[in-house]
């Protein structure tokens, strides 16, 4: 046995050592290209000093290339090789663009009839694409038709591929290698190292950035990530199944295959703003920095960020369609909140006083708002309709129409331009801003009118009292951006005309890309965010928590959009399935829609998985939990808190530390959040506390909850967030039981008991 053991630590050093000298080989050739890009860079430096438009243009042009190609190298040049795979000689000797073989199926002759094959070609896979001096392959893109098999092929469909390797590295150094033999029943001589790929890169201790997640995609996931991108694409699947990993990676294969169609932009939505900071280093991570934008759900409206959160009862209210006419109400009533509105309009025209009368003013606003288009985008019509009002207040007549349409010109000039016009119809009918409209619904008195028939007395008040606060929640923002659209854009400036002088010159200023290249980009990025309010595509990561008027939101910016949607039902915190299913089909519309279920749970031990589907069943009865796939025969462990819960949960936050490498998340009720972090105050980075709500879609090494009972109670979907909760491990559970949790003998509580 020790002779086995030995002679295998032989072989694992043996090819950890050939991929470490093909990794050097690789940097090598990286380092070339980075010299031969800035070499570029310098040689249009000095083309700027020769003063021909000609040079100056050769110039931007150069500059232009070899700065994007020395970002993306940069960009690029950490960690970013980490698969393999051996293949058979394929059907025929065609080459791609990438020069690897394009055939999927091996020859007929490739595998001899004694079970003995050749290795015909070996492809490293990273994500970038490199070639060698002579242009052949040292790196196939992950994004590549020739990487697909990396991701596709299994034991029961191999095409050509023999050895799947994953490579585990850390800038320049090869930590590891883990073997998956695909096609067993061969003889190659190729060496194995490892029980499987797959299970040792979910046994890899986690980081809080999630870099590495491509080498566990599997054939169930991938096939998602390359299907077709018209229309709407649904996933759903269970914890640790992979969702986000998918949705992420797909935004990157869509750009890759088609840019010009998403050159508009994908947008891709987390419900929080840990998930975004968890996940937005994996898609520069693959190359695909720039075209795709990553927005927690309170983070959608420009200059808002959500950093509260609101009771559940509050958030039920917000997040409900019934909003929608509160808001309606709010907009048009917010035209009287401007402080000295008057009253009436007094005018001199043709040498006398025409005056209009509270009562007809009332009767033009009512006229005004009589359709639905946006509050701001009627002033215009306002404004006409009073000009007519005073018109006929004049009593005009011509005989001579011409006479009286040129009169009538030199009438609406004239009182437009009077100061006691303007400033009347400033007053009366003020450009509203959204942030000033949800403020005004902080007033109790001033919301009860607006939401009559809408909310009941007692959900009035707690609306008003949630607006009263200073910072924003989640529910807060989609509440803007519907104001937002009800109000409609705030009228801009008109631009400054070009001086005539300058016209007269018949030249204008001449700039390139190297002089503007600084200023340009930052002020091309604010113009980006400014303007992009739709996208080409958009995906929406654990969907089942969105609310209805969150899918309004979001489903603005897609009006025109292909959509990949994942989550699941088992993991909804929102109480309304059914409303918030409609407002789901209002933002989607027609576009025919195409399904896919990931069924096998790839983060939680068999041990973890089968607590939590205990919750589960309680949660969704009927609902069936996705299957884990591996074992580690660590049970979960249990604990009652004793008198000091602070003390109890740094003591056992701690003890998994010392249990694991990687990361310790502690998830506690919402209510106790800054709570836990004051008990964790100290222990390190590994550790992190969070309420509830924030640890979906996010994994640690180890996990400990914290009063399960507490979880379950503080919301209608309490069970359903528990659930959510003890679905965070990937090696270690630990369950913390108070005295509400009516742990038994063991620790162990009431609702995890089978």
């Known amino acids: 046995m020790a002779a086995q053991t030995t002679a295998h630590l032989g072989v694992r050093d043996q090819e950890i050592a050939v991929e470490q000298a093909h990794l050097d080989r690789v940097y090598h050739r990286l380092e070339e290209k980075i010299d031969e890009a800035e070499f570029l860079m310098k040689d249009a430096a000095q083309r700027g000093h020769v003063g021909t438009p000609g040079a100056l243009a050769e110039r931007d042009a150069q500059v ?7 970002n993306r190298l940069n960009s690029e040049f950490e960690d970013f090789l980490f698969g393999r795979i051996d293949l058979l000689r394929g059907k025929d000797g065609k080459k791609g663009a990438d020069g690897a073989f394009t055939s999927v199926e091996p020859a007929d002759d490739a595998v001899r009839e004694d079970k003995t094959a050749a290795i015909a070609e070996t492809l490293h896979i990273g994500r970038i694409g490199v070639l060698d001096s002579e242009y052949a392959p040292l790196v196939i893109d992950w994004r590549a038709p020739a990487a697909a098999p990396f991701y596709r092929s299994t034991p029961v469909a191999p095409g050509r591929v023999v050895r799947r390797r994953v490579i585990r590295s850390k800038g320049r150094k090869v930590l590891g290698v883990e073997d998956d033999l695909l096609r067993p029943e061969l003889t190659t001589g190729l060496p194995v190292v490892g029980d499987g790929a797959l299970m040792a890169a979910l046994g890899q201790a986690r980081s809080h950035t999630m870099r590495d997640i491509v080498a566990s995609i599997q054939a169930e996931q991938d096939m998602v990530i390359r299907a077709p991108a018209a229309s ?26 088609d840019r010009r169609r998403y ?40 200059g808002v960020s959500a950093d509260l959160y609101d009771e559940p009862a509050v958030a039920r209210i917000k997040g409900s369609l019934r909003m929608q006419k509160v808001l309606r109400n709010a907009a048009r009533g917010a035209l009287d909140l401007t402080p000295g509105r008057p009253a009436t309009l ?14 007809e003013l009332a009767g033009i606003r009512h006229n005004t708002l009589g359709g639905t288009a946006p509050v701001n985008l009627l002033r215009p019509r306002a404004r006409r309709l009073l000009l007519d009002a005073l018109w006929r207040r004049t009593g005009r007549r011509f005989d001579d129409p011409e006479l009286a349409a040129e009169e009538r010109q030199g009438f609406d000039e004239d009182i437009s331009t009077e100061q006691d016009f303007t400033d009347f119809l400033d007053a009366w009918w003020p450009v509203l801003q959204p942030r000033a409209v949800l403020a005004a619904l902080a007033d109790e008195k001033r919301l009860a009118r607006w939401a009559r028939r809408v909310l009941s007395p007692p959900e009035v008040r707690r609306v008003a009292r949630s607006l009263r606060r200073t910072g924003a929640t989640a529910h807060d923002v989609a509440l803007l951006d519907e104001l937002d659209t009800l109000l409609g854009p705030v009228p801009r400036p008109k631009r400054r005309e070009t001086d005539p002088l300058d016209q007269l010159t018949g030249l204008d200023e ?70 918030a299913a409609r ?23 068999a041990e973890i998985a089968e607590v939590a589907a205990t919750v589960l069943a309680l949660a969704m009865p009927g609902m069936e939990s996705p299957r884990a796939v591996r074992s580690t025969g660590v049970l979960p462990q249990y604990a009652v808190a004793g008198d000091d819960l602070g003390a109890d949960v740094r003591r056992s936050a701690a003890r998994l530390l010392e249990e694991v490498d990687g990361t310790v998340g502690v998830v506690v009720a919402m209510n106790r959040r800054a709570q836990a972090r004051g008990w964790l105050e100290g222990l390190g980075e590994r550790v992190v506390a969070l309420g509830s709500l924030e640890a979906k879609g996010l994994e640690y090494d180890a996990t400990l909850v914290v009063s399960p009972a507490e979880i379950a109670e503080e919301s209608p979907a309490g069970l359903r967030v528990l659930y959510v909760a003890l679905t965070r491990a990937t090696q270690r559970l630990m369950v913390l039981a108070a005295e509400g949790d009516l742990p038994d003998a063991e620790g162990v509580p009431d609702l995890l008991r089978p």
């Open 64 to 70: 232009f290339r070899a700065g994007v190609h020395l």
């Open 232 to 257: 709407v694409t649904e996933v759903t699947g269970g914890p640790g199944t992979g969702k986000t990993a998918v949705a992420l990676h797909r935004a990157a294969y869509l750009l890759y295959q």
């Open 263 to 302: 050159a508009g932009g994908i947008l891709c939505v987390s419900p929080t703003p840990l998930l975004v900071s968890y996940t937005e280093g994996v898609l520069p991570s693959l190359g695909e920095e720039g075209q795709v934008a990553i927005r927690a759900v309170g983070s959608l409206v420009d």
């Open 346 to 359: 007094r005018v001199v025209a043709f040498g006398r006083r025409v005056e209009l009368s509270e009562q």
């Open 510 to 579: 001449v700039t390139t890309f190297a002089d503007r290249h600084d200023a340009g980009r930052r002020s091309r990025a604010e113009r980006l965010d400014e303007e992009r309010t739709e996208y080409a595509h958009v995906i929406v990561d654990e969907a089942q928590d969105l609310t209805p008027m969150q899918w309004r939101m979001v489903g603005r910016r897609g009006r025109t959009a292909t959509w990949t949607i994942v989550g699941d039902p088992a993991q909804s915190s929102w109480t309304d399935v059914d409303e």
């Open 583 to 605: 407002a789901r089909d209002e933002a989607l519309g027609t576009r025919p829609r195409r399904r896919f279920t990931l069924t096998v749970n790839y983060r939680n031990p």
